[in-house]
């Protein structure tokens, strides 16, 4: 089994930043794609960032210019840089990761998501 362990959230002013970190352990061979997820009350999980094995990085457009995802892949850790945070940027922030585990001969790719981490902005 695979686990993904979030940090990093908190309350932050209007302007400011945080930085999320989402640390995988467990049967790993190799991390694939990652991403940072994001749901505010009442809302649907949204995709904020991906970034694939590659290093190839999307960013939603409302976070355009103010987050970077990044990968540390010696840790098996991946990052969200959040700047300039807005009101609205307030959600529980979850990680999500494709894994390649290896089973005797053979290997099966997993996706797994974190148990969520709370950032809220304050106007």
């Known amino acids: 089994q695979v686990q993904l362990v979030e940090s990093g959230g908190g309350l932050v002013q209007a302007g400011g930043s945080l930085r999320l970190s989402c640390a995988a352990s467990?049967?790993?061979?190799?991390?694939?794609?990652m991403a940072w997820y994001r749901q505010a009350p009442g809302k649907q999980r949204d995709l904020v960032a991906v970034i694939t094995s590659g290093g190839t990085t999307t960013n939603a457009d409302s976070v355009k210019g103010r987050f970077t995802i990044s990968r540390d892949n010696a840790k098996n850790t991946f990052y969200l840089l959040m700047s300039s945070l807005k009101p609205e940027d307030t959600a529980v922030y979850y990680c999500?990761?494709?894994?390649?585990?290896?089973?005797?001969?053979?290997?099966?790719?997993?996706?797994?998501w974190g148990q969520g981490t709370q950032v809220t902005v304050s106007s």
């Open positions: 999500n990761a494709d894994v390649t585990s290896t089973v005797g001969s053979g290997y099966y790719t997993t996706n797994y």
């Open positions: 467990g049967r790993i061979s190799s991390i694939n794609r």
